[in-house]
């Protein structure tokens, strides 16, 4: 049985010191391949890399109820000022090991083994699907369109996302 695209809310959260609206490559791309995609666009932010903030941010993104999704892009390197994991983890009700995993797996083609210095990782809060990307827009790119893209459309097989974000609150 086909099932008809259903567009996902993603609000995009750009993690950095120094990126601003204009030279915020990555949000940009992001941005740009939701909405050639079909999605919506639910809200859009940067915040520096400061783990109150990303917090914060996040935090009223989950409560959120018309927001299905949450890209972040920065801060997941592992210098001293690289703090997204650890901002979400506190966060997420499950995480999504696999998410991670595959990501680096992708990346090893491109850039070998400068990909372990990712910490890229996803997860679940609130009935939200929160991603955290590297902060580049190479990264960001691969991310989208060779995971995202498919997995927060309905239509992919055997299974995706989307199918499951009626569940994510079952108790």
């Known amino acids: 049985m086909e099932h008809a695209f259903i567009p996902v809310n993603i609000a995009l959260l750009t993690i950095s010191d120094s990126r601003t609206a204009e030279n915020d490559t990555s949000g940009k791309v992001l941005r740009e391949r939701l909405l050639e995609a079909g999605h919506q666009l639910a809200d859009q932010q940067i915040v520096r890399d400061d783990i109150y903030q990303i917090r914060a941010t996040l935090s ?31 966060l997420l009700d499950k995480e999504i090991v696999g998410f991670g995993e595959l990501f680096r797996q992708i990346s090893y083609q491109t850039i070998k083994t400068s990909t372990i210095q ?17 902060g580049s827009s190479g990264a960001c790119k691969t991310a989208w369109d060779d995971i995202l893209k498919h997995q927060l459309d309905i239509r992919h097989r055997p299974c995706n996302f989307v199918e499951l974000m009626p569940r994510l609150l079952e108790k």
């Open 60 to 90: 009223h993104w989950i409560t959120h109820p018309d927001i299905q999704a949450i890209i972040t892009t920065g801060g997941t390197g592992v210098t001293g000022r690289d703090g997204t994991p650890e901002a979400v983890q506190v």
């Open 118 to 134: 990712s910490r890229a990782i996803a997860g679940v809060a609130n009935g939200s699907y929160i991603f955290c990307l590297p």
